[in-house]
């Protein structure tokens, strides 16, 4: 079983900047955890991919994001980070972290990120 706990969400100005971390707990190392990453979810839209990482460091960002946004992980830590500059009030949403182990995907609860004036 995989438990994720985000935090680092609020309120943030445009043009500002965030971040988030994700970290899992379970009896299994971090390498174990395949994909690790994070999507969103603003009111009135679907989920929507954001970034995610794999065990091997291989990244993969979301076309809105890309060159705003960086996913990192510590896999001795099981955790994975998201970076969040020049950020846009578009980007508000509840981002969810996510990780994939075994073939199985597990998700975080979501924490809310604004970005408003």
């Known amino acids: 079983q995989v438990q994720l706990v985000e935090s680092g969400g609020g309120l943030v100005r445009p043009g500002g900047s965030l971040s988030l971390s994700c970290a899992a707990s379970?009896?299994?190392?971090?390498?174990?955890?395949?994909?690790m990453g994070w999507f969103r979810q603003a009111p009135g839209n679907q989920r929507e991919l954001v970034a995610i990482?794999?065990?091997?460091?291989?990244?993969n960002y979301a076309d809105s994001v890309k060159g705003r946004f960086t996913i990192s992980r510590d896999n001795d830590k099981k955790t994975v980070y998201l970076q969040m500059n020049s950020l846009k009030p578009e980007d508000t949403a509840v981002y969810s972290c996510?990780?994939?182990?075994?073939?199985?995907?597990?998700w975080g609860e979501g924490t809310l990120v604004t970005v408003s004036s």
């Open positions: 996510y990780a994939q182990r075994l073939g199985v995907n597990y």
């Open positions: 990482i794999t065990s091997g460091g291989f990244t």
């Open positions: 379970g009896s299994f190392a971090g390498l174990s955890l395949q994909v």
